[in-house]
């Protein structure tokens, strides 16, 4: 690949072909911005490694992004691999230490089937959890608890149908994209240098170290950087990347499993309700933030990576299986979907399924690349521990903190209704901006003191003000209305995005101080991305708002085809 | 001649209006609000529509649209809170027409609410060739404009109908002059979308200002929909057009003439039907996946997932033939029936099949409830007043 040298700063424009030097020389390189490379700048840069991290879309784009949004301990991993459960149930603890206004309690609840061995399978399913019980305490978990049919109805009316009883337990929820911003944000605070919507175009190794070339994909822009080590943490693009360090492939072999899950516009029931599905697999449906999802499928994906999709064939999959526990999850109002691909370890002749949900370090010194190691595997609930792993092999001298250093804004929950009073903002804006930023709610919010217009709701569905999408802008590096959405769950809601892209194309193109063009062009693309991973969930009520967004990006947004508006271009 | 129509839209009013100057005895019934009180105030002609082929204006539809309260102006440069600037071939009359202006500087009232910010906005029409070739510059306005702190969290079509006040929009004026004063030079003023929710009060703060005044389309809660109900309403009761509130169910035909049935088990005996009960949008073509119909976890029976809301004998289809029934127990595939996946999508083109206007035996059908018409105003326009002209005819 030919690049161009760096060019001296003084000649340096904006255009296409300009390169940027990154003159500083790092100690890691950090490729990926999901939960284990945010998590492994950040556990290095609180070393005092000097990090650079480089991702390739957003943060938590990928599965980081589109899981569950539970840091569980994962039960259903107990039988084979004992040490996930301990050590996601262990990380989990910790993680509600360093960030306790990110999680909430997620109470399950698992109806047995009543039957000739209904009984039976009552007390396999008890005896089952009371040996999770054992590690409940490590993440302040409850102890189980059995309850028979009758309160299974009263706790959780939607569950119809001929039940033995149930056995409920509970998990933390977390979200997971504000869980990797934070610690990108950490890290940058502790002296990182992170670059977003940047993908690396090649490794290749220099005097004492590595060169890596890296390309902005919405300026052009070029990066390069040297670093001494390089930590290939980008999930199931993990190969690719090997390939751009000229690694073999098949050293960093992972299997991609796609997972969807269907969201509602609302809370539909009390409990997290485990199902099954056509195919014996384990499915849920759950109440999460403001919103019950079901999730998930777990199927081989040889597909791009940067442009998921998911289809009808899977809601379908999974609405069948909920319905047959909570039947009126038919009435319900899907709003959408989302999609992610776990970087599942690697087997053949294995069922989707089945695959282990450990986590793994390749040392790539065997492949005469001393320094360079890629990650892979692992799981949302137990990154802090696999990042200290992967830290401890760059810096063994230094202890990690990351366990007992709070993350960006963990050191005390404000309390929203106060702040709503104060601060004269409706008090679901406060406990959501609270939610999402701990005391840095306080920063948010001394926005709207300093500029009253900021109060704007821009998304009224979650609701997102028009000071929390500077605030991701100035301080999160959100660089589109995508980026904003990933980071407040704006444009999210029941609408999809359709009150709410446009306006924050505008607040982003102002910010970022880009073509409003550009900001434009943005909320096309995220609506499009929306509508696609909406119309596939598309019940009756759905099939109007496709047809109103139609209407409306056709009277107020032009449609995304070249020259075909007034809107077309700038000067 | 007894002609009833089914739906209050742009096609319903047009089809009304048409029947009745044939002479016929007309009564609508009225379901609610549907695409047209969704609309944003521009009529057709956007770059984007044009490809959809507009149907010519003829003397009918010129009146109609000034009975409603739009003004016909072919070349109509509109400027949307989305930061674009869209053409028309007519418009709402609170929109401000910038074609109509010389070139100079256009004042942008800001105010506080949702989704409107003067500055930015000034800032991404100023990008635009169609202002620059123009030569318009846009610029925020200094001043306070909202005259009660409640309406800033109030939504742009409340504050709409607060400027019907006679003496509220006065107050709006000599804001609104008291800021000129204090800028550069201005030839146009354009506003929120704020002028009146009863009828356009465009014209008369232009009157006061001195100035042309106009709004600029809002992308959602738009207050132009309003003024189309309100100039329905008005120009229906004018007319002689009976109107009645209620939910079609069925038109059942015999020898004599046709029965329509409301819900609540009203009915209205007629000569011929109008039904311009709308698309998908409007409620008319109603989406029912198999799936969301039957709990079983398989439905007895496979079908096609669109029906008409009414029950009519229309038979439903696109690309002038019947949607056929999917070689799938669920209906059809999601993906390939919605935006963006298909361009134009099934969703935006199944209807009602018809020759001319004729869907059945004294059943007519217009505007978007007819299969693979453009969506747009003026074919709904032309088709309604087709269909009530056919129909009064018999």
Known sequence: ?571 | MKVVVVGSGIAGVSAALAAREQGAEVSLVRGAPGATSLSFGAVDAAPWERARGNEPIDAFCTKLLATLGFRDAPNALLAAASGILRGARAHDEALLDLAQLPAGRVGVVPCDQFGWDAASLARSWNALPAAIARNLFFEALPGVFCKHTDEHAMSLAEVAARHDDGARLGWFADAVRASLARSAPCVAVITPPWLGAERARAAALSERVGLPCGEAMAPAASPSGRRFEAARDRSLAAAGVTTTAGWAESVRVAEAGATLSLEGGAQIACDAVVLAIGGVLGGGIVYAPAEAIFSDAMPPYPRHGFRASVSAGVVIGAEGRELAVPGSMFGLQAEAIAWPFARDPLLDRVGGLCRDSLAAERVYIAGDFIADRPRTWLAAMASGARAGKAAARG
């Open chain 1, 1 to 571: 690949m030919g690049f161009r040298d760096a060019t001296p700063s003084s000649h340096r424009h904006a255009s296409d072909a300009s390169a940027r030097t990154d003159e500083a020389r790092y100690d890691v390189a950090v490729i990926g911005g999901g939960v284990n490379g945010t998590g492994t700048a950040r556990d290095l840069a609180l070393r005092g490694r000097k990090v650079v991290l480089f991702e390739r879309n957003d943060f938590a784009f990928g599965a980081s992004g589109n899981n569950s949004g539970m840091i569980h301990g994962g039960p259903r991993y107990m039988l084979k691999s004992p040490q996930v459960t301990e050590e996601s149930c262990r990380d989990s603890g910790f993680i509600q230490q360093i960030a306790p206004f990110l999680l909430f309690r997620i109470p399950f609840i698992v109806p047995v089937k009543d039957g000739p061995r209904g009984r039976m399978m009552l007390e396999l399913v008890d005896a089952y959890f009371k040996a999770y019980d054992k590690y409940q305490p490590l993440k302040r978990g409850e102890p189980h608890t059995r309850i028979d049919a009758s309160e299974m109805a009263r706790l959780e009316p939607g569950i119809v149908g001929p039940y033995v009883g149930a056995i409920t337990f509970d998990e933390w929820g977390i979200d997971g994209p504000r869980l990797c911003i934070l610690n990108a944000v950490d890290a940058e605070e502790h002296g990182a240098r992170l670059y977003n919507h940047t993908t690396v175009e090649s490794v290749a190794p220099g005097d004492d170290g590595y060169l890596i070339t890296a390309r902005d994909t919405l300026t052009g822009e070029r990066v390069r950087a040297r670093a001494a080590h390089v930590v290939n943490a980008t999930g199931a693009w993990a190969p690719v990347t090997a390939a751009l360090g000229k690694l073999p492939t098949t050293r960093v072999l992972v299997r991609p499993g796609k997972g969807i899950h269907v969201t509602y516009d609302r809370r539909v029931s009390n409990y997290a309700v485990l199902a099954e599905a056509i195919d014996g697999r384990e499915i849920f449906l759950m109440p999460w933030q403001n919103m019950s999802m079901i999730g998930t499928t777990d199927d081989d994906y040889y597909g791009d990576l940067d442009h998921v999709p998911s289809t009808s064939e899977e809601v379908r999959y999974l609405v069948q299986g909920a319905a047959r526990v909570f039947p009126s999850i038919r009435e319900a109002r899907a709003t959408g979907t989302y999609v992610g691909v776990r970087p599942t370890l690697y087997g053949f002749g294995v069922m989707e399924d089945a695959l282990s949900r450990e986590h793994a370090i390749i040392d790539h010194a065997a492949d005469g690349a001393p320094g360079m190691y890629s990650m892979i595997g692992g799981k949302l609930a137990s990154y802090r521990q696999f990042s200290q792993e992967m830290a401890d092999a760059i810096a063994p001298s230094v202890p990690c903190t990351t366990h007992e250093k709070w993350l960006p804004g963990g050191d005390r929950t404000p309390d929203a209704l106060a702040l709503a009073e104060t601060h004269a903002i409706t008090p679901v804006a406060a406990r959501r901006i609270v939610y999402r930023h701990g005391s840095r709610a306080l920063r948010v919010l001394a926005r709207v003191d300093r500029c009253p217009r900021e109060r704007e709701v821009v998304c009224a569905c979650e609701p997102v003000l028009a000071a929390e999408v500077l605030h991701v802008v100035e301080r999160e590096h959100a660089r589109t209305v995508g980026d904003v959405a990933r980071r407040t769950r704006l444009g999210m809601g029941s609408c999809g995005g359709m009150r709410c892209a446009a306006r924050c194309g505008q607040i982003v193109a102002d910010a970022l101080g880009i073509a409003p063009a550009a900001g434009r062009a943005q909320a096309r693309e995220f609506l499009e991305r929306q509508a696609e991973l909406r119309v596939v969930a598309m019940g009756p009520d759905q099939a109007r708002q496709e047809a109103l967004l139609l209407a409306q990006m056709r009277a107020t947004l032009g449609e995304a085809e070249a020259g075909t508006g007034v809107d077309e271009g700038e000067s």
